[in-house]
């Protein structure tokens, strides 16, 4: 069924508004005139505005505001990443959900939520999720070792420079989770594991990209640190094509990040990076560490020149500049 419907949206769109016909259509599906009826049916009482034109046949008018699964997948060009794509309308927070389906379901499994209302940021901070943004969880299960899943969430950082640059922004990253343009935070990572001594059994790694909403949505304490990319560019764009293209890009990194050796993506990171070179304050739970940021380690931790001159990894922390 589902498979027929990706369909289905697919040809429409194709069609550039023009009309198709139902025998046309249950022929490139190989499904009866009846069973393309019920399908559009079904899809108009999902929020899709489909014309039907007498005699002519069915136009796409336009597609619902919400990322769901048969849209997103429609231009989807991936291999691992997004094949199941559980969408909901409301969740506590995705990465949660995501835990809980991740040991029975496949590598690259997508949780999204239109609305997070318990969306979780690092260090336990709550991450405001409204309606317009993108609060998405992905299921990945590379064989690593728990002390390298740090690197995922600069691969995830690199997936969404990518994607921010090619709606023209110029993003840059800030260690070791924040996605920042013009200085204010537009994305934050958090990536979390199921782990045994020696074996990752899963990461889920969830991502928040503040999009199509004002910042005013946010609340006020964050508000002058942060940035939305529709308060960026001064328009709204266009959510689906952003989530597949942050799609597609994660599976090139991850892909490199599973068959090549970490440094180029090392290099790239830092290539990106706000963080480097400058002098920062890394916070933990147990310390606080004051010197200049100047590298990033092989782990994905920050490499930290610290005021009496040695070198220490800081695998963890709050970065403050
Ligand atoms: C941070 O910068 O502190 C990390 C924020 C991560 C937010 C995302 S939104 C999707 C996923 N689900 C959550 O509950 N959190 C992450």
């Not at 769109?13 to 490139?28: C, F, L």
């Not at 959900?97 to 979780?120: L, M």
């Amino acid at each position: 069924m589902e498979n027929k419907k990706i369909e289905l949206i697919r040809l429409l769109s194709q069609a550039d508004g023009k009309p198709i016909s139902g025998e046309q259509i249950g022929r490139k599906l190989e499904i009866s005139r009846t069973m393309v009826w019920k399908y559009i049916q079904s899809l108009q009482s999902q929020g899709y505005s489909i014309i039907s034109s007498p005699g002519k046949g069915y136009i796409l008018n336009s597609v619902p505001d919400f990322l769901l699964p048969e849209l997103v997948q429609a231009g989807l060009e991936t291999d691992i990443l997004g094949k199941d794509i559980r969408h909901f309308m409301e969740l506590e927070s995705t990465n949660d959900y995501a835990k809980t389906i991740a040991k029975d379901t496949t590598e690259g499994t997508v949780v999204v939520a239109e609305v997070q209302k318990k969306g979780r940021g690092r260090r336990g901070f709550d991450w405001v999720s409204p309606h317009g943004g993108v609060w998405i969880s992905i299921v990945l299960k590379p064989s690593i070792v728990s002390a390298d899943a740090s690197r995922l969430t600069l691969v995830g950082g690199l997936a969404v420079v990518d994607s921010l640059k090619s709606i023209g922004l110029t993003p840059s990253l800030k260690w070791p989770n924040d996605v920042l343009v013009n200085g204010k935070k537009i994305c934050g990572i958090l990536t979390e594991m199921e782990a045994e001594i020696d074996r990752v059994e899963y990461i889920v790694l969830g991502m928040g990209i503040n999009l199509n909403f004002n910042t005013e949505m946010l609340p006020e304490e964050i508000r002058d640190g942060s940035t939305t990319i529709s308060d960026e560019l001064g328009t709204y764009v266009d959510r689906l094509e952003f989530v597949r293209s942050l799609l597609y890009n994660l599976e090139q990194y991850y892909v490199h990040f599973k068959t090549q050796p970490f440094e180029e993506l090392m290099e790239r990171w830092i290539d990106s990076s706000d963080t480097i070179g400058r002098k920062v304050r890394i916070v933990t739970p147990s310390k606080m560490v004051d010197g200049r940021a100047i590298g990033i380690s092989p782990s994905g931790g920050l490499l930290l020149q610290k005021n009496n001159g040695s070198t220490e990894e800081i695998l963890s922390g709050r970065c403050i500049y």
